[in-house]
């Protein structure tokens, strides 16, 4: 079993900058991808940043320049840089990854932090 904890979210105003953490613990072999994703009320999840096992990185247009995800692959953790955050950017953030164990491959997602962007 794996369990991915999540840590750094909170209350940041408009502008302000918040870097959220998930380590991953358990029986691991290997982790692949590692993404972030959020959820805002009354809103569909949406996947903000991804690295892969080599270490390349994607984000959508609405984060792009501001957020930055990174990984320490010693420390199974992934990590995300908010910066420049706007009101928008408030919801529930969550962290994936996809862990290879005892030869198969599996999805485990964190319990999720939520950050506020607000005056």
């Known amino acids: 079993q794996v369990q991915l904890v999540e840590s750094g979210g909170g209350l940041v105003q408009p502008g302000g900058s918040l870097r959220l953490s998930c380590a991953a613990s358990g029986s691991i072999f290997s982790i692949n991808v590692m993404d972030w994703y959020r959820q805002a009320p009354g809103k569909q999840r949406e996947q903000v940043a991804v690295i892969t096992s080599g270490g390349s990185t994607g984000y959508p247009d609405s984060v792009k320049g501001r957020f930055t995800i990174s990984r320490d692959n010693a420390k199974n953790t992934v990590y995300l840089q908010m910066n420049s955050l706007k009101p928008e950017d408030t919801a529930v953030y969550y962290c994936?990854?996809?862990?290879?164990?005892?030869?198969?491959?599996?999805?485990?997602w964190g319990q999720g932090t939520q950050v506020t962007v607000s005056s």
């Open positions: 994936r990854m996809v862990v290879t164990t005892g030869g198969r491959s599996y999805q485990y």
